[in-house]
């Protein structure tokens, strides 16, 4: 079982920036990818980006250009930067992992962090 302990997140003025960090447990199997989606209140839950072991990286039409996300594969650990955040941002983010790639084309990670809550004042 891999489990994803979640920091960062808050409050913020729009423009303004947060960072959110995940580390996943070591375990038996090899993470391939990490990432973050998101849950706007009253919707679906979103893909937002994500990272895999050769630090390819995927994001959505909505972040990209503003968030960046990167990955430290020697402590399971990533970190996903929040620039210029607009109001519509605002949402419970979740850190996710998986043995397979998952992108903003599909795939389904199997694991999950508790959610971290990130609010964009206008």
């Known amino acids: 079982q891999v489990r994803m302990v979640e920091s960062g997140g808050g409050l913020v003025q729009s423009g303004g920036s947060l960072r959110l960090s995940c580390t996943a447990s070591r375990d038996i199997f090899i993470i391939n990818s990490m990432g973050w989606y998101r849950q706007p209140p009253g919707k679906q839950r979103e893909f937002v980006a994500s990272i895999n072991s050769g630090e390819w990286t995927s994001y959505a039409d909505s972040v990209k250009g503003r968030f960046t996300i990167s990955r430290d594969s020697a402590t399971n650990t990533a970190t996903l930067q929040m620039n210029s955040l607009k109001p519509e941002d605002t949402a419970v983010y979740y850190c996710?992992?998986?043995?397979?790639?998952?992108?903003?084309?599909?795939?389904?990670?199997?694991?999950w962090g508790q959610g971290t809550q990130v609010t964009v004042s206008s």
């Open positions: 996710a992992a998986s043995g397979r790639q998952f992108t903003a084309n599909g795939g389904t990670p199997p694991y």
